[in-house]
């Protein structure tokens, strides 16, 4: 029996902004795979589009060059991970574990070890990933500690705390050491990372 979906025709006209949406996500899932598996140097727009079933000029369109590609797929993973976060909410222990869950996923330590990687050849790029990922977690710290009353001091702590949420558990992790943590083992990990720092406060779990 012949597979009649295949054989049906496409529709024709401007898609429509879910459409859009649906193909947006399709090629950069491609392209995260191309780029975790060839590297971003040897990964091309050729075989992303080839990957994502669409046209070079589609991702053109849609993106731009390829790195506007990676730079679209850390944003997305970004946005994505902190999708319903309400900072003035949610408690700066809640918002920690959520950085420790994401940063220290299999996804987002793929994305960064890629970077390690390419980032002699490629800086522009590292740049890029930095400010899309790296310091868009740290804006956000910074922008929580800032409603907590703390703005003359947010920037510095927001950066430190930062890095302690990543620390030693996340170089075992790049160094594949370490196996991602739970919800629950992020929680007590941000958890003991903020009372170092002075934040001793009592959250809900996460859901």
């Known amino acids: 029996m012949s597979d009649i979906s295949s054989s049906a025709p496409r529709k024709r006209g401007r898609p429509t902004a879910d459409e859009r949406e649906e193909r947006r996500d399709q090629i950069l899932d491609a392209a995260v795979a191309l780029f975790v598996s060839s590297g971003y140097g040897e990964a ?3 075989e992303i589009a080839a990957a994502s079933r669409v046209t070079k000029r589609t991702i053109y369109t849609y993106f731009g060059d390829k ?7 850390i944003e997305r993973f970004r946005s994505r991970a902190l999708a319903d976060l309400e900072t ?3 408690t700066l222990q809640d918002l920690a574990a959520r950085v420790v869950f994401v940063l220290h996923s299999d996804d987002a330590v793929g994305l960064h070890r890629l970077m390690i990687g390419e980032s002699a050849q490629f800086p522009n790029l590292a740049q890029r990933f930095y400010d899309s990922g790296p310091q868009g977690y740290i804006a956000l710290l910074e ?3 800032s409603h907590r009353g ?4 947010a920037a510095t702590e927001s950066e430190a705390l930062f890095g302690l949420l990543l620390g030693e558990p996340h170089r075992r992790r ?3 050491l370490a196996p991602a943590p739970t919800r629950e083992e992020a929680r007590d990990y941000a958890v003991r990372i903020t009372t170092l ?5 009592t959250a809900p779990e996460m859901t």
């Open 44 to 46: 091309t727009v050729d």
């Open 67 to 73: 790195a506007e590609v990676f730079t679209a797929a």
């Open 88 to 90: 003035e909410a949610e």
């Open 143 to 145: 922008q929580h500690l």
């Open 150 to 153: 703390n703005a003359p001091e």
């Open 174 to 176: 790049l160094l594949g």
């Open 197 to 201: 720092l002075g934040h001793s406060e």
